[in-house]
């Protein structure tokens, strides 16, 4: 039978403007399931926005609750820290609807409380993504990506409109007995990964196979350029994709290709298209303007993204790019070794993560790493400290970006 919470006194509460009695009665009647826990704390500690809200928009349904107006518990229940949704779905069917339901991540956006998460994939184990909770440091663990293709990799990755993009790509896979690549080399699949629904779902394939291609969110909308396709020819053909329509549409094509890889850092609203080894910056604010070429002279290297500044690691130091001018910011001479791992940033912080370490002429062993090291650049000095390593994923980071939700 589903639990369910009385909370009528709350109401007279309300008409008395007795707080403090109702908080006693309150804690009183706590339940001892984690999910009506976690729902007591908030609520306690927003009555007061819960009575002005009601005021506002009045109703009578009482689905959720007894005795409390459904579009009151919804912005409660929008104070629950993510990492604890599973648990609020074992309180009753309603509740499991409500967490599952568009309605509270929205609400979660009007009280404040959205989350910042980073969400990693790595060579180890194939197609499997993790995400990342900086205030708590933990790791919850995604569904498989349902792809066909075995080790997806070299493929793209960008959040919009509240979900994960999974863009392109193709097989990393080896054949044991020849040694040779299993597999597609570029694909034009598109996966989506809804937080709310907690599922995979295919979305309109790209217009264009590719893969090592760059990729970015510019306004809602997701951009990709560049890249190689199934026969490994570069090209310089990009694209535009409407997350709510469902649809790609052809935008101006690069000025420049490169026989390289290629990769997007997007910063002060414009995507910023880098290939490996040219230090010219292909640049795209407007869609309808096109591409303009620039040269910042930027250093070669991993690169994130902090309040809209760019820090590159470069030669066992992190740098802050300033304009055409850099500063050391700190040494990072500890990652020399360290290879294939991702370089992210997520509020005043830059995060490595992963990568392998070796071989080197000493040691010919390589050494998958599940490590996150955290930079924090927004106060006077610049400081270190580790994370709690990814439970499940290690080695070669395939995929690296931030979900807001």
Request: charge should be neutral; hydrophobic fraction near 45%; proline fraction near 5%.
């Amino acid at each position: 039978m589903p639990l369910r919470l009385n909370f009528g006194f709350i109401f007279s509460a309300m008409h008395l403007m007795d707080f403090s009695r109702a908080l006693d009665e309150f804690n009183r009647s706590v339940l001892e399931t984690m999910g009506e826990i976690a729902f007591a704390l908030v609520l306690v500690l927003n009555v007061q926005e819960c009575v002005s809200y009601l005021r506002k928009k009045p109703t009578s349904s009482t689905i959720l609750t007894s005795g409390l107006p459904d579009a009151v518990a919804i912005r409660c229940i929008a104070r629950v820290p993510f990492y604890l949704h599973p648990k609020l779905e074992f309180v009753s069917r309603s509740w499991r609807a409500a967490v599952r339901s568009p309605e509270l991540f929205k609400a979660r956006q009007e009280v404040g409380s959205a989350e910042d998460l980073l969400c990693v994939c790595a060579f180890d184990p194939e197609n499997l993504w993790q995400l990342y909770d900086p205030l708590r440091d933990l790791w919850i663990t995604l569904p498989v990506l349902p792809s066909k293709i075995r080790h997806l990799a070299h493929f793209g990755v960008v959040s919009s409109a509240g979900k994960i993009f999974v863009l392109g790509g193709g097989s990393d896979a080896v054949d044991p007995l020849t040694g040779d690549q299993d597999g597609s080399f570029a694909t034009n699949e598109v996966w989506s990964y809804d937080p709310v629904l907690r599922q995979w779902a295919a979305c309109a394939s790209m217009l264009v196979p590719r893969a090592m291609f760059a990729c970015g969110a510019l306004n809602g909308k997701i951009v990709v350029a560049g890249g190689f396709t199934s026969c490994r020819k570069s090209i310089s053909q990009a694209e535009m994709y409407d997350p709510e329509k469902d649809v790609w549409v052809p935008i101006p094509d690069l000025h420049r290709t490169h026989n390289s890889t290629c990769s997007g850092v997007v910063i002060g609203g414009k995507l910023h298209v880098l290939h490996r080894g040219l230090s010219a910056v292909q640049v795209l604010d407007n869609v309808g303007s096109g591409w303009t070429v620039e040269d910042y002279g930027w250093l070669q290297g991993p690169m994130a993204v902090v309040h809209d500044a760019l820090y590159v690691m470069s030669h066992g130091l992190i740098f802050k790019q300033e304009g055409q001018t850099r500063r050391v910011v700190v040494s990072a001479s500890e990652f020399r070794k360290r290879i294939g791992f991702a370089m992210m940033g997520l509020g005043d912080d830059i995060y490595v993560i992963g990568g392998v370490i070796g071989p080197d002429r000493w040691n010919w062993d390589i050494r998958p790493m599940s490590d996150v090291d955290i930079l924090t650049v927004g106060g006077d000095r610049p400081a270190w400290r580790q994370a709690t390593p990814m439970t499940r994923c290690r080695g070669t980071i395939l995929g690296c970006t931030q979900l807001r939700l």
